[in-house]
């Protein structure tokens, strides 16, 4: 819609001054932005005020609006609410298995893709299907794998037969559940494999050469070039994965409905059923505002570390 | 390489290539299993006798050509929206002065890190007081103004275009406009092409706008539909299977076409921030 008011203005040999004083030339600027900006305060820092607005309030969609101060957060953050605990443990033994998990298995298949073989393209496509295959058709395809008598079992059934260990109900168990799906969220690597395997192609090959004349092995090269030159890409695909892993919502939703007994109750899960099952407008505003605060305290905390190890190669000459 | 080392590539990459596979292959084949061979056993990977039943079951039982219209409606909508409407922001950040431009763009990069959940509140209230709940609109309407992830990968992009050919173009009578259109947009099409792939890739896969905004059956789009016929049809696997593969086979198809463009476009998404 920007391009047809520009191109039905004025000429630029206009020279007059808008109210705000500016150019004809500095105007121009501004509607290229304007899209955005509109976009921006309607759907974005407007929803976003009334949302914090809300989180101090009472509401159930239909009467008065009752404000209630702290109310809410203080019954969120005091214990009161056992299962708003429940699912901030939940997504906390997520976040600490599902992002360690993602980086490692991702730098390793972006390390083997990235030695000279052949049939690359095949090997890369079926890394890379799985990331493709759309949240909702995954987990209606791994309920099926996490099964009793499905997939997975059937696979480690090969290695657990002989011990005489009975492979575990995934979805029927409190303890297996969360596993489970932690061991789905890892057949969605595909992007950050991707994103390393770029990194690792921008690697210059003197490097190698200069750590074999100094006598480093397969390892040393690993730990001295690759990791080191890597960090950019290792740091950002880690911001991303905790991230993400704060959003968990389909896989929970469709497998497991945050069962068997809570025991996959996510966060944003739990923030879904306070607004759109009980209702509680206030309360949920309140859920998705802590949530926020989560997220942000640990994106700044991994932006005050990566000073001490992320390489950025063009900070060298200082 | 050695003959030991490259043995053990080739025997991790085909034994990883594997475990990712299997799942998918077990989807494909599922779906052209006869629906009652035997219900009790889900790991059956090849099909005793293969039909075409699941596909037409599927297709009598839910409404998949709405849900693929209402994706397409979604799909276009949000690459004229996100894609092309970011390109105008972004050429607006990458190559215009005005005053307050780089605080703005900055709230650009700043909203990147908000988490889209806090606003569910009031986007359901605010499209209820307008009536637009149950509507496509309802999930299209908020990604027409551009996207704030694209503006930034294209702003960068647009960055390295030279802009001596810019001042040339101005020279010979070009508006701001044409500059974009027959300059810089000619010279980025790798980048455009990337964030276009990016944007089709993730409209396809949204569910939780239409999720949590629409109710209509007819109305929904492929992913969340197929989500409705999970819950009315549970054990019935292989028609499961066959509306998973109808949902998630165009996007295949495209990937197979891009593929150059998927590799391209994570090595843009690395750029330093």
Redesign the interface.
């Known amino acids: 819609m920007?391009?047809t008011d520009?191109?039905s203005a004025p000429?630029?040999a206009r020279r007059g001054r808008g109210i705000?004083g500016?150019t004809w030339?500095?105007?121009?600027?501004?509607?290229?932005?304007l899209?955005?900006?509109?976009?921006?305060i309607v759907?974005?820092a407007?929803?976003?005020f009334?949302?914090f607005f809300?989180s101090f309030t009472q509401w159930r969609?239909v009467g008065d609006i009752k404000w209630l101060g702290f109310e809410n957060y203080a019954q969120l953050l005091s214990g009161e609410d056992t299962r708003f605990v429940q699912s901030v443990y939940n997504t906390a033994y997520y976040v600490v298995f599902h992002v360690p998990g993602v980086l490692i298995i991702s730098f390793i298949?972006a390390g083997?893709?990235n030695?000279?073989?052949k049939g690359i393209?095949?090997?890369r496509?079926?890394?890379?299907?799985?990331s493709?295959?759309?949240?909702?058709?995954t987990?209606?395809?791994?309920y099926?794998?996490l099964?009793p008598?499905?997939?997975l079992n059937?696979f480690l059934d090969i290695f657990l037969k002989p011990l005489d260990i009975q492979a575990p109900n995934w979805l029927g168990s409190t303890t297996w559940a969360m596993p489970g799906l932690i061991i789905m969220s890892f057949?969605s690597v595909g992007?950050t494999m991707?994103?390393y395997?770029?990194?690792l192609q921008?690697i210059p090959q003197h490097l190698y050469e200069a750590a074999e004349i100094d006598g480093a092995g397969?390892w040393g090269k690993v730990r001295h070039v690759t990791i080191p030159m890597m960090t950019?890409?290792i740091f950002?695909t880690m911001v991303l994965a905790v991230?993400g892993s704060?959003?968990v919502?389909?896989a929970a939703?469709?497998i497991t409905e945050g069962g068997p007994a809570d025991a996959t109750l996510f966060l944003?899960l739990y923030?879904?059923w306070n607004?759109?099952r009980f209702f509680k407008?206030g309360y949920?505003?309140a859920i998705?505002?802590i949530?926020?605060f989560v997220?942000?305290f640990l994106?700044i905390v991994q932006f005050l570390t990566a000073r001490r190890w992320v390489y950025?190669e063009?900070e060298r000459a200082g | 390489?050695h003959l030991a080392?490259r043995a053990i590539?080739?025997l991790?990459?085909w034994l990883?290539?594997?475990l990712?596979?299997?799942?998918?292959l077990?989807?494909l084949l599922t779906s052209f299993r006869q629906i009652d061979s035997d219900p009790?056993?889900?790991?059956q990977f090849w099909p005793d006798a293969w039909t075409w039943q699941s596909y037409i079951d599927a297709s009598e039982t839910a409404p998949l050509a709405n849900w693929l219209a209402n994706t397409l409606v979604l799909v276009v909508l949000g690459l004229f929206g996100q894609t092309f409407?970011?390109i105008?922001?972004a050429?607006?950040?990458a190559?215009?002065?005005?005053?307050g431009?780089n605080q703005?763009f900055m709230?650009?990069l700043a909203?990147l890190?908000?988490?889209?959940?806090?606003?569910?509140?009031?986007?359901?209230?605010?499209f209820r007081s307008v009536g637009v709940l149950d509507s496509l609109w309802r999930i299209a309407?908020?990604d027409?103004?551009?996207n704030a992830f694209y503006?930034f990968i294209l702003r960068q992009f647009f960055l390295t275009v030279p802009v001596e050919l810019d001042e040339a173009a101005e020279i010979d009578g070009a508006?701001?406009?044409q500059v974009l259109f027959r300059v810089v947009i000619p010279l980025s099409k790798p980048a455009i092409a990337t964030v276009a792939v990016f944007n089709l890739?993730h409209k396809?896969?949204q569910?939780?706008w239409p999720?949590?905004f629409i109710q209509t059956p007819e109305k929904l789009t492929?992913?969340?539909g197929?989500?409705w016929f999970?819950t009315q049809y549970a054990s019935e696997?292989p028609m499961?299977?066959a509306a998973?593969i109808v949902?998630?086979a165009p996007?295949?198809i495209v990937?197979?076409f891009a593929?150059q463009h998927?590799?391209r476009g994570?090595?843009l998404?690395?750029i330093?921030?």
């Open positions: 920007t391009a520009m191109a000429t630029p705000l500016w030339k500095e105007t121009q600027g501004f509607l290229f932005i899209p955005w900006l509109f976009g921006f759907f974005i407007g929803p976003f009334f949302s809300l969609l298949i083997l893709l030695r000279k073989v393209a095949i090997y496509t079926a890394f890379y299907l799985p493709i295959t759309t949240g909702v058709a987990a209606v395809l791994w099926w794998v099964q008598n499905g997939l059937n057949w992007t991707i994103i395997l770029a990194g921008g397969w950019p890409q950002l991230i704060f959003q919502f389909t939703l469709i944003l923030l879904y607004g759109f407008m949920a505003s998705a505002w949530l926020f997220i942000l994106t950025y063009g | 390489m080392s590539t080739y991790a990459l990883g290539s594997c990712f596979a299997v799942p998918f077990w989807m009790a056993a889900p790991t409407v970011s105008v922001v050429f607006g950040f190559r215009t002065q005005f005053p431009r703005l709230l650009v909203t890190m908000l988490p889209y959940h806090v606003t569910v509140v009031p986007w359901f209230i605010m309407l908020p027409l103004w551009g503006i508006n701001l406009l890739i396809w896969d569910f939780f999720f949590a492929l992913a969340v197929l989500r999970r696997y499961l299977m998973s949902s998630v996007i295949v990937f197979f593929q998927f590799a994570a090595g998404s690395g330093k921030a």
